[in-house]
């Protein structure tokens, strides 16, 4: 018959060891000193020692004892707990013991110190339950039968669940395999947008659906610059497209590095944009180009252009360079940029009602 004792704590097991379980208990003189003899008849676990009496109990034992009786189970006098001496130590470490599991099969004998270590995660005859149905046998034939059950599950990190082990091997490949164009594709499509927290100096700046931006009030005449997002990073090529919807006096789109856009507020006045030190990178529709790295002016002829028209623009850090086309024109234009890691793309509104629209935006390397 299949001894469970699987019902039992681990504790509960080892307060269990009877005297018959020891296998060498004829090598020790006057063995009862290795018993909870007063309390559990077993032999010791975690021995302690009671000062008045010297009578030994396991610790469990006694501490359960004392909450209802509070008195030495011996001499009955208030317990006062001693530690053992080493001699009872070493006695109970050369003890040879039955595994808990011998009726199961289990022919281990096993020292005293080792005892728990074996039954706890080692013995293979314990009683113990199938992970994936309620297959009940000793550890050993658990693991066999575990190994082919029907219900037994693998974990799929492509889906990141739990699937049968019959249909695995079909359901992995394909699985991972969408999971990784998923993810690829959640990258690639990342769009770009105008940023929702600008917050200007002097204008106004209405943003619609995070794809058109209109300069509402300018109070000072100053330019507002809208900056897009995602902040562009120089080992990434991207291209985005923005459309004229409303043009006053001028309106530049282009590059702006992260520093400059960030301490001016997002408003760039004429000469800031202008400025050598600012990193704008900027074509303006009444044809002028601004880029820090011309090398005697930083304004040039560029390419003039105009309400409704599509100005396409092509961030390639890896070619260092800017490249601006205008859809339906003959005219492109483009702009060494040099290494400054991070840019963000940026629209000038230069007056009162100006808008634009992003039509479209691809990243085009990873
Ligand atoms: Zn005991
Ligand atoms: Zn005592
Ligand atoms: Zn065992
Ligand atoms: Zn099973
Ligand atoms: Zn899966």
């Known amino acids: 018959m299949i001894k469970d004792f699987s019902e039992l704590n681990i504790e509960e097991k080892f307060l269990n060891i009877s005297l018959e379980r020891v296998t060498n208990i004829k090598e020790f003189r006057k063995p009862e000193r290795l018993l909870c003899e007063y309390i559990c008849s077993n032999i010791l676990r975690n021995p302690i020692r009671c000062k008045q009496c010297s009578a030994h109990f396991c610790k469990p034992c006694i501490d359960k004892w004392l909450q209802s009786k509070k008195l030495c189970p011996k001499c009955l006098q208030d317990f006062i707990p001693r530690k053992v001496e080493s001699i009872l130590k070493e006695d109970l470490d050369d003890l040879l013991i039955y595994c808990v599991n011998k009726p ?23 009683i113990s339950i199938c992970k994936w ?18 219900n037994k599950t693998m974990y799929c990190l492509g889906c990141e669940s739990e699937v049968n082990h019959l249909q695995f091997q079909e359901h992995y490949i394909p699985c991972l395999e969408k999971s990784i164009t998923t993810f690829r594709n959640k990258i690639y499509n990342k769009k770009i947008h105008f940023s929702k927290n600008i917050h200007h100096r002097n204008n106004n700046i209405s943003l ?77 529709s009444n044809g002028i180009t601004w880029s820090q790295y011309f090398k005697e002016d930083n304004f040039q002829q560029g390419i003039p252009f105009t309400l409704n028209q599509i100005i396409e623009i092509i961030f390639n850090p890896i070619l260092s360079e800017l490249f601006f086309r205008i859809e339906n024109e003959n005219k492109n234009l483009t702009i060494p940029n040099n290494n400054v890691p991070y840019f963000y793309p940026v629209v000038v509104l230069g007056s009162t009602g100006d808008a634009v629209e992003i039509l479209s935006s691809k990243r085009l390397s990873k």
């Open 104 to 126: 199961n099969g289990c022919d281990k004998e096993i020292k005293y110190e080792f005892l728990y270590k074996h039954e706890d995660s080692e013995c293979d005859y314990t």
């Open 208 to 284: 619609d659906g995070n794809l058109i931006a209109r300069q509402t009030v300018n109070v000072y005449n100053k330019s507002g610059a809208v900056i897009l997002k995602p902040k562009l990073k120089l080992n990434q090529c991207w291209s985005w497209k923005i459309r004229i919807l409303k043009l006053s006096e001028w309106i530049g789109v282009g590059i702006c590095d992260y520093k400059t856009i960030i301490s001016k507020s997002c408003t760039l006045t004429d000469s800031e944009i202008e400025n050598q030190d600012n990193g704008c990178i900027m074509i303006s």
């Open 133 to 150: 149905c309620d297959f009940r046998a000793i550890l050993k034939d658990v693991k066999l039968h575990e190994a082919t059950c029907e």
